[in-house]
């Protein structure tokens, strides 16, 4: 089960929340979140739902792919 894991879809939309709110600030949280994201990377390249499963999420990678970006490339965020 997923109950006291790491949700990789809660920790993605925490990286792009931070962003949208104040990347400088967040900065520091905006990395650790970024990190652990690329750490639950499966081998086919997408993030699996939480850390006590292996199934690949296209939420959450989509999220966390945006928020990688969002933390690269400032200006993305205009988009929103």
Do not use: K
């Not at 990286?15 to 949280?29: I, M, T, V």
């Not at 939480?50 to 965020?77: I, K, M, T, Y």
Request: charged content about 25%; some cysteine.
């Amino acid at each position: 089960g997923t109950s006291g894991s790491t949700r990789f879809d809660a920790t993605a939309q925490a990286a792009r929340l931070w962003s949208l709110l104040d990347a400088e600030r967040w900065s520091d949280a905006i990395a650790r979140a970024l990190d652990r994201l690329a750490r639950a990377q499966s081998a086919t390249g997408g993030i699996v739902y939480a850390d006590d499963c292996d199934h690949v999420n296209s939420g959450v990678s989509l999220f966390a792919l945006q928020a990688a970006r969002w933390a690269r490339e400032p200006r993305a965020r205009a988009m929103v």
